[in-house]
Nanobody, 118 residues
Framework: QVQLVESGGGLVQPGGSLRLSCAAS????????MNWYRQAPGKQREWVAS???????NYAGSVKGRFTISRDNAKSMVYLQMNSLKPEDTAKFYC????????????WGQGTQVTVSS
């Protein structure tokens, strides 16, 4: 069974930092591109950051310069370091793993809530 389990969410003040983690199992982790998405109440799920299997990163414009995605293949973990958090970052954050090859299949975790508020 494939599992992605996010952790590290919580309540943080504006300007603060938080590091999210996603533990993957059931996949050959190093071969998968990983993404972070987020979804705020009443809004569509939006892509936040991606990290390919060969180490290329991309970020949504709203988080570029503030968030950093990274991975530890030995631990099958992907992280999202979030700095300078804003109230508009408040959302449930999900990690996503894209299966290599032409299947286009992906996997999702259950999410971890991030609330940025004073």
């Amino acid at each position: 069974q494939v599992q992605l389990v996010e952790s590290g969410g919580g309540l943080v003040q504006p300007g603060g930092s938080l590091r999210l983690s996603c533990a993957a199992s059931g996949i050959i982790f190093r071969m998968y591109a990983m993404n972070w998405y987020r979804q705020a109440p009443g809004k569509q799920r939006e892509w936040v950051a991606s990290l390919t299997s060969d180490g290329r990163t991309n970020y949504a414009g709203s988080v570029k310069g503030r968030f950093t995605i990274s991975r530890d293949n030995a631990k099958s973990m992907v992280y999202l370091q979030m700095n300078s958090l804003k109230p508009e970052d408040t959302a449930k954050f999900y990690c996503n793993a894209i299966q290599p090859g032409q299947s286009g299949y992906d996997y999702w975790g259950q999410g971890t809530q991030v609330t940025v508020s004073s």
